[in-house]
């Protein structure tokens, strides 16, 4: 069993920056790949970045270049550091853990980029 706790979202001005972060429990936590999907209202919930167990890492275009995902497996967490941000980055953003036998997700945080 995986649970994800989800910290760093908030209203931020366009150009601004923030960092969000998923602490996941379980003993297994280096084995997943983990990855930051977020849903905008009226819209599906579409992956924004990922990174796996070798620290391979993938963006969507639109974020590459301004986002950035790491993880610490010593602390357990994963990452989004979010960097000049823009009006269309607003969405609820979620964690997500690919087990062994399931995915687990996070409850989601809002981030809402003002300009």
């Known amino acids: 069993q995986v649970q994800l706790v989800e910290s760093g979202g908030g209203l931020v001005q366009a150009g601004g920056s923030l960092r969000l972060s998923c602490a996941a429990s379980g003993s297994i936590f280096s084995t997943y790949t983990m990855a930051w999907y977020r849903q905008a209202p009226g819209k599906q919930r579409d992956l924004v970045a990922e990174?796996?167990?070798?620290?391979?890492?993938n963006y969507v275009a639109s974020v590459k270049g301004r986002f950035t995902i790491s993880r610490d497996n010593a602390k357990n967490t994963v990452y989004l550091q979010m960097n000049s941000l823009k009006a269309e980055d607003t969405a609820v953003y979620y964690c997500?853990?690919?087990?062994?036998?399931?995915?687990?997700w996070g409850q989601g945080t809002q981030v809402t980029v003002s300009s």
């Open positions: 997500n853990a690919r087990g062994l036998l399931r995915n687990y």
């Open positions: 990174i796996d167990s070798g620290g391979s890492r």
